[in-house]
Protein backbone atom coordinates (compact mmCIF):
# COMPACT_ATOMS: atom_id res chain seq x y z
CA UNK A 1 0.00 0.00 0.00
CA UNK A 2 2.89 2.19 1.12
CA UNK A 3 4.64 1.86 -2.33
CA UNK A 4 0.97 2.83 -4.40
CA UNK A 5 0.72 5.79 -2.22
CA UNK A 6 4.84 6.68 -3.37
CA UNK A 7 3.50 7.22 -6.95
CA UNK A 8 3.92 10.82 -7.54
CA UNK A 9 2.39 13.15 -10.93
CA UNK A 10 4.70 15.33 -12.70
CA UNK A 11 2.34 18.35 -13.82
CA UNK A 12 3.17 20.08 -16.71
CA UNK A 13 1.41 23.68 -17.17
CA UNK A 14 0.47 25.51 -20.21
CA UNK A 15 2.64 25.94 -22.80
CA UNK A 16 4.89 23.65 -21.08
CA UNK A 17 6.66 20.39 -20.87
CA UNK A 18 8.36 17.32 -19.06
CA UNK A 19 9.28 13.52 -18.78
CA UNK A 20 8.79 10.90 -16.44
CA UNK A 21 10.32 8.26 -15.38
CA UNK A 22 9.06 5.05 -13.15
CA UNK A 23 6.82 5.85 -10.45
CA UNK A 24 6.34 8.59 -11.99
CA UNK A 25 3.12 9.28 -14.03
CA UNK A 26 2.65 12.85 -16.07
CA UNK A 27 -0.42 14.86 -16.48
CA UNK A 28 -1.89 18.16 -17.64
CA UNK A 29 -5.16 19.46 -16.95
CA UNK A 30 -7.79 21.64 -19.00
CA UNK A 31 -6.79 21.02 -22.88
CA UNK A 32 -9.14 22.89 -24.63
CA UNK A 33 -7.71 24.28 -28.15
CA UNK A 34 -4.45 22.97 -26.67
CA UNK A 35 -2.71 18.85 -27.83
CA UNK A 36 -1.14 17.42 -25.14
CA UNK A 37 1.86 15.04 -26.72
CA UNK A 38 3.01 12.25 -25.20
CA UNK A 39 5.56 10.68 -26.72
CA UNK A 40 7.57 7.69 -25.15
CA UNK A 41 9.74 4.32 -25.40
CA UNK A 42 7.76 1.58 -24.16
CA UNK A 43 10.66 -0.75 -22.85
CA UNK A 44 12.97 2.19 -21.78
CA UNK A 45 10.51 3.47 -19.58
CA UNK A 46 10.67 6.96 -20.23
CA UNK A 47 8.14 9.14 -21.24
CA UNK A 48 7.29 13.27 -21.99
CA UNK A 49 4.71 14.95 -22.34
CA UNK A 50 3.69 18.64 -23.93
CA UNK A 51 0.94 20.86 -23.44
CA UNK A 52 1.33 22.85 -27.00
CA UNK A 53 -0.68 25.99 -27.36
CA UNK A 54 0.10 27.07 -31.17
CA UNK A 55 0.80 25.18 -34.40
CA UNK A 56 3.91 26.93 -35.46
CA UNK A 57 6.84 28.61 -34.29
CA UNK A 58 6.22 31.36 -36.81
CA UNK A 59 3.47 32.59 -34.81
CA UNK A 60 5.68 34.30 -32.52
CA UNK A 61 6.19 37.61 -32.84
CA UNK A 62 8.81 38.13 -30.05
CA UNK A 63 12.79 36.97 -30.54
CA UNK A 64 12.58 34.96 -27.75
CA UNK A 65 10.47 31.91 -27.35
CA UNK A 66 9.30 29.65 -25.37
CA UNK A 67 9.59 26.01 -27.32
CA UNK A 68 7.31 24.76 -25.42
CA UNK A 69 4.47 26.80 -26.66
CA UNK A 70 4.59 26.00 -30.49
CA UNK A 71 4.01 22.16 -32.09
CA UNK A 72 7.21 22.50 -34.17
CA UNK A 73 9.52 22.99 -31.55
CA UNK A 74 8.15 21.77 -28.87
CA UNK A 75 8.50 17.93 -30.05
CA UNK A 76 11.57 18.41 -31.42
CA UNK A 77 12.68 19.58 -28.06
CA UNK A 78 11.35 16.97 -26.28
CA UNK A 79 12.06 13.91 -28.30
CA UNK A 80 15.86 15.46 -27.98
CA UNK A 81 15.49 15.43 -23.92
CA UNK A 82 14.16 11.99 -24.36
CA UNK A 83 16.73 10.76 -26.44
CA UNK A 84 19.12 12.29 -24.17
CA UNK A 85 17.66 10.34 -21.39
CA UNK A 86 18.02 6.96 -22.90
CA UNK A 87 14.76 6.46 -25.00
CA UNK A 88 15.56 5.11 -28.56
CA UNK A 89 14.52 7.36 -31.62
CA UNK A 90 12.95 4.35 -33.94
CA UNK A 91 10.53 2.98 -31.04
CA UNK A 92 9.12 6.01 -29.91
CA UNK A 93 5.53 6.36 -30.26
CA UNK A 94 3.05 8.68 -29.76
CA UNK A 95 -0.57 9.34 -28.17
CA UNK A 96 -2.50 13.03 -28.53
CA UNK A 97 -5.45 14.30 -27.13
CA UNK A 98 -6.85 17.98 -27.18
CA UNK A 99 -7.54 20.31 -29.65
CA UNK A 100 -11.27 20.68 -29.22
CA UNK A 101 -13.45 23.50 -30.15
CA UNK A 102 -14.58 24.89 -27.02
CA UNK A 103 -16.18 28.29 -28.61
CA UNK A 104 -19.09 28.68 -31.54
CA UNK A 105 -18.47 31.87 -33.11
CA UNK A 106 -19.78 33.54 -36.45
CA UNK A 107 -17.27 35.68 -37.47
CA UNK A 108 -14.20 32.82 -37.49
CA UNK A 109 -10.89 33.73 -37.46
CA UNK A 110 -7.75 31.58 -37.76
CA UNK A 111 -7.04 32.30 -33.72
CA UNK A 112 -10.68 30.37 -33.06
CA UNK A 113 -10.02 27.67 -35.20
CA UNK A 114 -7.04 26.97 -33.66
CA UNK A 115 -7.59 23.28 -32.21
CA UNK A 116 -7.60 21.32 -35.52
CA UNK A 117 -4.86 23.73 -36.67
CA UNK A 118 -2.36 22.14 -33.70
CA UNK A 119 -3.85 19.03 -33.90
CA UNK A 120 -2.97 18.99 -37.45
CA UNK A 121 0.46 20.61 -36.52
CA UNK A 122 1.80 18.07 -33.95
CA UNK A 123 0.63 14.88 -36.89
CA UNK A 124 2.94 16.45 -39.36
CA UNK A 125 5.59 17.56 -37.14
CA UNK A 126 5.48 13.54 -35.69
CA UNK A 127 5.03 12.08 -39.16
CA UNK A 128 8.15 14.19 -40.51
CA UNK A 129 10.20 12.31 -37.39
CA UNK A 130 8.94 9.10 -38.37
CA UNK A 131 7.11 8.60 -34.91
CA UNK A 132 3.90 6.49 -35.18
CA UNK A 133 0.58 7.62 -33.28
CA UNK A 134 -0.82 5.19 -31.38
CA UNK A 135 -3.90 6.52 -30.15
CA UNK A 136 -5.42 10.07 -30.47
CA UNK A 137 -8.82 11.44 -28.88
CA UNK A 138 -9.19 15.12 -30.49
CA UNK A 139 -11.42 17.69 -31.80
CA UNK A 140 -14.93 17.65 -30.24
CA UNK A 141 -15.97 20.47 -27.88
CA UNK A 142 -15.20 19.45 -24.37
CA UNK A 143 -11.99 20.28 -22.14
CA UNK A 144 -9.94 17.46 -21.43
CA UNK A 145 -7.53 16.77 -18.84
CA UNK A 146 -4.86 13.52 -19.42
CA UNK A 147 -2.68 11.61 -17.49
CA UNK A 148 -0.22 9.19 -18.91
CA UNK A 149 1.45 5.81 -16.86
CA UNK A 150 4.24 4.55 -18.21
CA UNK A 151 2.80 0.64 -16.41
CA UNK A 152 0.69 0.37 -19.03
CA UNK A 153 1.15 3.01 -21.59
CA UNK A 154 -2.10 3.91 -21.48
CA UNK A 155 -3.48 7.39 -21.35
CA UNK A 156 -6.21 8.36 -19.31
CA UNK A 157 -8.73 10.70 -20.60
CA UNK A 158 -11.10 12.94 -18.52
CA UNK A 159 -13.59 14.87 -19.72
CA UNK A 160 -16.47 17.20 -18.23
CA UNK A 161 -19.03 15.62 -19.97
CA UNK A 162 -18.22 12.65 -21.39
CA UNK A 163 -16.80 11.06 -18.45
CA UNK A 164 -13.16 8.95 -18.33
CA UNK A 165 -11.60 6.29 -20.82
CA UNK A 166 -8.16 5.20 -21.51
CA UNK A 167 -6.38 5.04 -24.70
CA UNK B 1 11.79 42.71 -22.79
CA UNK B 2 8.26 42.35 -23.35
CA UNK B 3 6.30 44.87 -23.58
CA UNK B 4 4.75 43.72 -20.03
CA UNK B 5 7.33 44.31 -18.51
CA UNK B 6 7.29 47.73 -19.56
CA UNK B 7 3.88 48.56 -18.03
CA UNK B 8 4.75 51.42 -14.85
CA UNK B 9 2.77 51.41 -11.66
CA UNK B 10 1.09 54.64 -12.93
CA UNK B 11 -0.55 52.86 -16.28
CA UNK B 12 -1.42 49.95 -13.88
CA UNK B 13 -3.56 52.13 -11.90
CA UNK B 14 -5.33 53.50 -15.29
CA UNK B 15 -6.06 49.76 -16.43
CA UNK B 16 -7.36 49.21 -12.63
CA UNK B 17 -9.67 52.75 -13.18
CA UNK B 18 -10.78 50.67 -16.79
CA UNK B 19 -11.89 47.28 -14.55
CA UNK B 20 -13.25 49.75 -11.96
CA UNK B 21 -15.57 51.98 -14.40
CA UNK B 22 -16.49 48.71 -16.56
CA UNK B 23 -17.32 46.51 -13.48
CA UNK B 24 -18.95 49.04 -11.85
CA UNK B 25 -21.60 49.77 -14.75
CA UNK B 26 -21.74 45.91 -15.20
CA UNK B 27 -22.61 45.44 -12.07
CA UNK B 28 -25.09 48.18 -12.13
CA UNK B 29 -27.05 46.50 -14.56
CA UNK B 30 -26.59 43.04 -13.08
CA UNK B 31 -28.59 44.49 -10.01
CA UNK B 32 -31.31 45.70 -11.98
CA UNK B 33 -32.14 42.14 -13.69
CA UNK B 34 -31.75 40.70 -10.31
CA UNK B 35 -33.36 43.57 -8.22
CA UNK B 36 -30.91 43.12 -5.52
CA UNK B 37 -27.66 44.73 -4.54
CA UNK B 38 -24.69 44.00 -5.79
CA UNK B 39 -20.97 44.29 -4.35
CA UNK B 40 -17.68 44.52 -6.39
CA UNK B 41 -14.37 44.18 -5.21
CA UNK B 42 -11.84 47.08 -6.21
CA UNK B 43 -10.44 44.91 -9.68
CA UNK B 44 -6.87 43.59 -9.26
CA UNK B 45 -4.30 44.39 -12.12
CA UNK B 46 -2.23 41.51 -12.32
CA UNK B 47 0.56 40.09 -14.64
CA UNK B 48 0.73 36.90 -14.52
CA UNK B 49 1.86 33.77 -16.00
CA UNK B 50 -0.99 31.75 -17.77
CA UNK B 51 -0.84 29.06 -15.01
CA UNK B 52 -1.27 31.40 -12.30
CA UNK B 53 -3.67 32.89 -14.55
CA UNK B 54 -5.70 29.46 -14.22
CA UNK B 55 -5.20 29.88 -10.61
CA UNK B 56 -7.12 33.19 -10.62
CA UNK B 57 -10.14 31.26 -11.59
CA UNK B 58 -10.06 28.41 -9.77
CA UNK B 59 -7.86 26.27 -11.02
CA UNK B 60 -7.34 24.68 -14.63
CA UNK B 61 -9.58 21.61 -13.42
CA UNK B 62 -12.19 23.50 -12.39
CA UNK B 63 -15.63 23.57 -13.99
CA UNK B 64 -17.00 26.98 -14.20
CA UNK B 65 -19.79 28.26 -16.81
CA UNK B 66 -17.99 31.11 -18.55
CA UNK B 67 -18.99 33.72 -21.30
CA UNK B 68 -16.75 34.05 -23.88
CA UNK B 69 -16.37 37.58 -26.16
CA UNK B 70 -13.90 39.63 -28.48
CA UNK B 71 -13.37 42.72 -28.01
CA UNK B 72 -13.13 44.60 -30.95
CA UNK B 73 -13.14 48.24 -32.85
CA UNK B 74 -10.46 50.54 -32.09
CA UNK B 75 -8.67 48.55 -29.44
CA UNK B 76 -9.28 44.70 -28.90
CA UNK B 77 -8.78 42.07 -26.70
CA UNK B 78 -10.68 39.04 -24.54
CA UNK B 79 -13.34 39.28 -22.01
CA UNK B 80 -14.81 36.23 -19.72
CA UNK B 81 -17.47 36.09 -17.31
CA UNK B 82 -16.47 33.45 -15.65
CA UNK B 83 -19.31 32.15 -13.10
CA UNK B 84 -19.07 29.27 -10.44
CA UNK B 85 -21.92 26.45 -11.47
CA UNK B 86 -24.16 27.52 -8.30
CA UNK B 87 -24.12 30.82 -8.87
CA UNK B 88 -24.93 30.45 -12.58
CA UNK B 89 -27.58 27.91 -11.25
CA UNK B 90 -28.91 30.79 -9.50
CA UNK B 91 -28.99 33.55 -12.00
CA UNK B 92 -30.78 30.99 -14.24
CA UNK B 93 -33.30 30.44 -11.48
CA UNK B 94 -33.74 34.26 -10.50
CA UNK B 95 -33.78 35.09 -14.12
CA UNK B 96 -36.35 32.68 -15.21
CA UNK B 97 -38.22 32.40 -12.40
CA UNK B 98 -37.84 28.36 -12.26
CA UNK B 99 -36.89 27.69 -8.74
CA UNK B 100 -36.35 24.20 -9.53
CA UNK B 101 -33.99 24.46 -12.11
CA UNK B 102 -30.72 22.28 -11.73
CA UNK B 103 -27.38 22.87 -13.29
CA UNK B 104 -26.28 19.62 -12.67
CA UNK B 105 -24.70 17.50 -15.55
CA UNK B 106 -24.27 17.96 -19.22
CA UNK B 107 -26.49 17.99 -21.48
CA UNK B 108 -27.59 21.33 -20.35
CA UNK B 109 -31.40 22.40 -21.58
CA UNK B 110 -30.89 25.31 -24.26
CA UNK B 111 -32.45 27.71 -22.67
CA UNK B 112 -30.80 27.52 -19.44
CA UNK B 113 -27.77 28.25 -21.93
CA UNK B 114 -29.40 30.74 -23.96
CA UNK B 115 -30.21 32.56 -20.78
CA UNK B 116 -26.59 32.56 -19.41
CA UNK B 117 -25.11 33.87 -22.83
CA UNK B 118 -27.81 36.62 -22.53
CA UNK B 119 -26.18 37.77 -19.12
CA UNK B 120 -22.88 37.52 -20.33
CA UNK B 121 -24.07 39.46 -23.40
CA UNK B 122 -25.89 42.23 -20.80
CA UNK B 123 -23.05 42.74 -18.56
CA UNK B 124 -20.07 42.52 -20.65
CA UNK B 125 -21.72 45.40 -23.09
CA UNK B 126 -22.35 47.35 -19.95
CA UNK B 127 -18.47 46.85 -19.04
CA UNK B 128 -17.50 48.02 -22.49
CA UNK B 129 -19.59 50.80 -23.58
CA UNK B 130 -18.70 52.18 -19.97
CA UNK B 131 -14.90 51.44 -21.43
CA UNK B 132 -15.96 53.18 -24.89
CA UNK B 133 -17.45 56.09 -23.79
CA UNK B 134 -14.28 56.54 -20.93
CA UNK B 135 -11.92 56.41 -23.58
CA UNK B 136 -13.79 58.10 -26.82
CA UNK B 137 -12.70 54.72 -28.69
CA UNK B 138 -14.50 52.63 -30.78
CA UNK B 139 -14.67 49.42 -28.82
CA UNK B 140 -17.63 47.12 -29.16
CA UNK B 141 -18.26 43.39 -28.06
CA UNK B 142 -18.39 40.15 -30.59
CA UNK B 143 -20.96 37.94 -30.45
CA UNK B 144 -20.71 36.38 -27.15
CA UNK B 145 -20.29 32.13 -26.64
CA UNK B 146 -20.86 30.26 -23.60
CA UNK B 147 -19.22 27.38 -22.52
CA UNK B 148 -19.32 25.07 -19.18
CA UNK B 149 -16.08 23.45 -18.90
CA UNK B 150 -12.43 23.52 -17.25
CA UNK B 151 -10.92 26.62 -16.35
CA UNK B 152 -7.76 25.61 -18.54
CA UNK B 153 -9.94 24.81 -21.61
CA UNK B 154 -11.56 27.86 -21.94
CA UNK B 155 -9.53 30.43 -20.84
CA UNK B 156 -6.86 29.51 -23.21
CA UNK B 157 -8.96 30.95 -25.91
CA UNK B 158 -8.68 34.67 -24.39
CA UNK B 159 -4.82 34.02 -23.94
CA UNK B 160 -3.97 33.41 -27.76
CA UNK B 161 -3.43 36.71 -28.86
CA UNK B 162 -1.22 37.42 -26.10
CA UNK B 163 0.47 33.93 -26.50
CA UNK B 164 2.22 34.76 -29.91
CA UNK B 165 4.23 37.51 -27.96
CA UNK B 166 4.24 37.06 -24.52
CA UNK B 167 4.26 34.13 -21.72
CA UNK B 168 2.71 36.90 -19.48
CA UNK B 169 -1.06 38.49 -19.58
CA UNK B 170 -2.12 41.63 -17.89
CA UNK B 171 -5.39 40.73 -16.41
CA UNK B 172 -8.19 42.91 -15.24
CA UNK B 173 -9.84 41.04 -12.39
CA UNK B 174 -13.01 42.33 -10.80
CA UNK B 175 -15.08 40.08 -8.57
CA UNK B 176 -19.13 41.11 -8.40
CA UNK B 177 -20.84 39.28 -5.23
CA UNK B 178 -24.00 39.28 -4.01
CA UNK B 179 -24.36 40.39 -0.33
CA UNK B 180 -22.79 36.41 1.51
CA UNK B 181 -25.44 34.53 -0.29
CA UNK B 182 -22.40 32.43 -1.58
CA UNK B 183 -20.38 30.70 1.07
CA UNK B 184 -18.05 30.33 -2.07
CA UNK B 185 -15.83 32.76 -2.53
CA UNK B 186 -15.46 32.92 -6.27
CA UNK B 187 -18.68 34.44 -7.24
CA UNK B 188 -18.43 36.31 -10.79
CA UNK B 189 -15.35 36.84 -12.17
CA UNK B 190 -14.87 39.87 -15.39
CA UNK B 191 -11.37 39.32 -17.00
CA UNK B 192 -10.18 41.63 -19.39
CA UNK B 193 -7.44 40.18 -20.91
CA UNK B 194 -6.12 43.00 -23.70
CA UNK B 195 -4.95 42.31 -26.93
CA UNK B 196 -0.99 43.38 -26.73
CA UNK B 197 -1.49 46.86 -29.03
CA UNK B 198 -4.34 47.39 -26.91
CA UNK B 199 -2.17 49.15 -23.97
CA UNK B 200 -0.10 51.91 -26.36
CA UNK B 201 -3.98 52.71 -28.05
CA UNK B 202 -5.84 53.02 -24.64
CA UNK B 203 -2.77 55.05 -22.93
CA UNK B 204 -2.93 57.50 -25.87
CA UNK B 205 -6.63 57.73 -25.59
CA UNK B 206 -5.96 58.86 -22.25
CA UNK B 207 -3.13 61.48 -22.83
CA UNK B 208 -0.61 59.49 -21.01
CA UNK B 209 2.57 58.52 -22.79
CA UNK B 210 2.93 54.98 -23.24
CA UNK B 211 6.73 55.23 -21.94
CA UNK B 212 6.09 57.86 -19.09
Not at chain 2, 81 to 102: N, Q
Request: glycine share 8%; proline share 4%.
Amino acid sequence: MTELLKVQVVKVGIADMNIIKPPYTIRTSGLGSCVGVVIYDEKKEIAGLAHIMLPDSSLAKSGQINVAKFADTAIKELVQILVKEGARMPFLKAKLAGGAQMFQFASEGDLMRIGPRNVDAVRKELSDLRIRVVAEDVGGNSGRTIEFNLNDCLLNIRTVTKGTKNI
Amino acid sequence: MSFIEKINPFQLDILKEIGNIGAGNAATALSAILNRKIDMNVPNVRIVSFDEMMEMAGGAEHVVASVFLRMEGDASGSMFFILSLPVAEYLIRKMTGDETFLIDSAPYTEWALSCLQEFGNILSGSYLSSLSDFTRLNIYPSVPSLSIDMVGATISYGLLELSQVSDTAIVIDTVLEKDQLFADSINGHFFLLPDPEFFDIIFSALGVSPND
